[in-house]
């Protein structure tokens, strides 16, 4: 109703202007729903992958001969290695999930892949910087199927599920058929000696300036870090400072 230029306020509406805003949720990795999810998620991975870990740091003294081992292992049965990890979350820390959640930010990220899902916990990282921007497709590849379904029940507690399409099987083959468009971000995460192939299928579909992550990615397993070091390739490549020894590397697309 015309009030006379002057807009009514009601005695309630002024105390509703005068009462303190509450603090804007500025971004969903740092507090509500999703955060709570990750925080539960982490742990959960801390206690499953504990005596793996463990045993990994009593065995290993050496990274090349680690590595060494890894990449014989993957050669001789990737399924079956894989298989043998079905119960471990292997995943990325809260540092660097946040990390790529800061990555897909940046590059306002519409299209993400991933290589290597595991139960989703890299994923909801970065489902939630899609969310948190508008909207957009996170494409997730598993193996292990049991692992794709824990992924799948993870996303959804974050209510980020409708954000991500999971292929489930090998991603040299669930990745053949393309990802549906331009990729802004790739996250390369999963067997160590398939970087190399799992890039050359997603660089025709890859943007000039979009990020790709490497965690784990070793000068021993494959060639995937003198390609992307090589700017020849269309690539500028530096390795992360943080979490030292897992092979952290950051890699943006120049053309
Ligand atoms: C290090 S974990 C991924 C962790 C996950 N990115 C996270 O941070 O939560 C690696 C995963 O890659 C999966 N994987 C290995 N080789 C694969 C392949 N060829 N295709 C699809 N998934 C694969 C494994 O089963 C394992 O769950």
Known sequence: MWSGGRSRISGSDA???????????????????????LQRLHQEADAAD???????????????????????AENKDLTGLYHGYADNFLSVSPEFGRFL??????CKAKRIVEFGSSMGISAIYMAAALRDMGGGVLIGTEIESSKAERAQANLRAAGLADL????????????????????????????FTLYLPILTLLEPHLKPGAIIIGE????????????????????????????PGRGNEFTVKTR
């Open 164 to 191: 991500v399409e999971f292929r489930i099987g090998d991603a040299r083959e669930t990745l053949k058929a393309g990802v549906g468009g331009d990729i802004d971000m790739a996250m390369l995460d999963g067997a």
């Open 50 to 72: 504990a005596p793996l870990m463990q045993a990994y740091a009593s065995e290993i003294t050496n990274v090349e001969q680690a590595m060494k081992q890894v990449v014989e």
């Open 101 to 106: 959640y800061m990555c897909a930010r940046s």
């Open 216 to 243: 784990n990615a070793f000068t021993e397993a494959g060639g995937y870090i003198e390609y992307v070091r090589d700017p020849q390739n269309g690539y500028l490549s530096l390795p992360l400072s943080f979490d």
């Open 15 to 37: 105390y509703a202007l005068a009462r303190p805003k509450e603090p804007e949720n500025m971004d969903s990795v740092s507090s509500g729903l999703v955060a709570d999810v």
